[in-house]
């Protein structure tokens, strides 16, 4: 493989690697920033229609972590992301870690924000866990993103066959669809309570009994939330944008805490010699004119008082204009125009993909649902 892919996107140190390809840190030419470059060699088809499914999601939300552009190359295809260097939330729980309430509410917060903007542009992400919850290591808070759109559903698509396949990750795939249920936002809203409880410590019995004894107000609001988020009736859950909405309200401000005590510290996780020494935001989005935008910033003042199971449930203010948010580097010249092979490849590529997908839909529709 040549270290520069379709003469953008320049491949520097592997940080991740699957059966479906590599993730690496790479340089975009084209804007002169690092990013997340995951690299796929064209072998099977459904690894190809799972990497062109999640490189359709394009989102700009301060919690989503999507694609923002692809090249492709002989045998190759990249899809590039900002790139984010504290690793994700699996790993913090794996050790052992539990969140105060507090740090568990903004934590649910962001996910349920970053959810409420998924929804709205008509996807369903279908695999809501703690190893998809990404923590950009570069901002001093408490700061997360939603990743892997790689099953993610788009509602606005024409549906086919329901195949009757439960997608998902055991533990996180909520229970209609475990009993052969229709799709719908609500299997991801059960799957974010469920990390909530994870955090809090809810799965863990002897944890468990002591987080709902506790008489703390933030506390015993917080549990009520997530018995809602994960009802075993669909419909009497809230909407991610009403649990956001309502956790905002909270006015919670950092620094925030483990259950231990310990503050936060975010900590990168990847090491690399392309990563300046000291942390930088290297997490940037693409500009775009998208009306499913949701604006993620709250008032400067919060209510003192704490919450009741009342305060949760309260509807949903309307959302405000978002903010803009651009590339480092995102005004400078575009580059070198590719050639005329690089444009042949790339016109090939998508010849193939588009093929791919009719073959997909005639022969096996249950890919797509």
């Known amino acids: 493989?040549?270290?520069?892919?379709?003469?953008?996107?320049?491949?520097?140190?592997?940080i991740a690697s699957g059966g479906s390809g590599t993730v690496w840190i790479a340089r975009d030419e084209r804007f002169g920033n690092l990013c997340a470059a995951k690299v796929l060699r064209q072998r099977d088809s459904a690894d190809l229609l799972r990497f062109v499914r999640?490189?359709?999601?394009?989102?700009?939300?301060?919690?989503?972590?999507?694609?923002?552009?692809?090249?492709?190359?002989?045998a190759h295809v990249v899809i590039a992301?900002?790139?984010?260097?504290?690793?994700?939330?699996?790993?913090?729980?794996?050790?052992?870690?539990?969140?105060?309430?507090?740090?568990?509410?903004?934590?649910?917060r962001q996910i349920l924000s970053g959810l409420t903007a998924v929804h709205a542009a008509g996807w369903i992400h279908r695999d809501i866990k703690p190893a998809n919850i990404?923590?950009?290591?570069?901002?001093?808070?408490?700061?997360?993103?939603?990743?892997?759109?790689?099953?993610?559903?788009?509602?606005?698509?024409?549906?086919?066959?329901?195949?009757?396949?439960v997608h998902g990750?055991?533990?996180?795939?909520?229970?209609?669809?475990?009993?052969g249920g229709d799709i719908s936002p609500a299997q991801d809203v059960w799957a974010a309570g469920q990390i909530g409880?994870?955090?809090?410590?809810?799965?863990?019995?002897?944890a468990a009994e002591a987080v709902r004894a506790s008489a703390d107000p933030l506390t015993q609001g917080l549990v009520h939330l997530l018995d809602d988020l994960t009802a075993a009736d669909a419909r009497q859950r809230p909407t991610p944008e009403t649990a956001a909405a309502a956790l905002g309200r909270l006015g919670l401000r950092g620094p925030f805490r483990f259950a231990d005590g310990a503050p936060w510290h975010p900590q990168r996780v990847i090491s690399s010699a392309a990563l300046p020494q000291d942390?930088?935001?290297t997490l940037a989005l693409v500009p775009q004119a998208d009306a499913t935008k949701v604006d993620d910033r709250r008032s400067p003042s919060g209510p003192t008082a704490p919450p009741t199971r009342q305060d949760f449930a309260a509807p949903a203010a309307p959302a405000?204009?978002?903010?803009?948010?651009?590339?480092?580097?995102?005004?400078?010249?575009?580059?070198?125009?590719?050639?005329a092979a690089g444009l042949t490849a790339s016109a090939a590529v998508f010849a193939f993909l588009g093929a791919l997908l009719i073959l997909v839909g005639i022969i096996a529709p249950g890919y797509l649902g």
């Open 54 to 74: 999640e490189n359709t999601v394009r989102l700009n939300h301060p919690h989503v972590l999507a694609p923002y552009a692809w090249a492709a190359e002989d």
């Open 169 to 179: 990750t055991p533990g996180f795939v909520a229970p209609e669809i475990m009993m």
């Open 81 to 108: 992301m900002p790139l984010v260097t504290g690793g994700d939330l699996a790993g913090l729980l794996r050790s052992g870690r539990r969140f105060s309430a507090a740090a568990t509410a903004e934590a649910l």
């Open 1 to 14: 493989m040549s270290d520069t892919i379709a003469g953008r996107f320049t491949l520097l140190d592997p």
């Open 320 to 339: 405000a204009a978002p903010p803009t948010r651009r590339f480092a580097g995102a005004s400078a010249p575009a580059g070198k125009p590719k050639s």
């Open 134 to 165: 990404m923590i950009d290591a570069e901002q001093p808070g408490l700061h997360l993103l939603l990743a892997d759109f790689g099953i993610a559903v788009d509602t606005n698509a024409p549906r086919l066959t329901h195949s009757g396949i």
């Open 279 to 281: 942390p930088a935001p």
């Open 197 to 206: 409880k994870r955090m809090l410590g809810l799965d863990d019995d002897a």
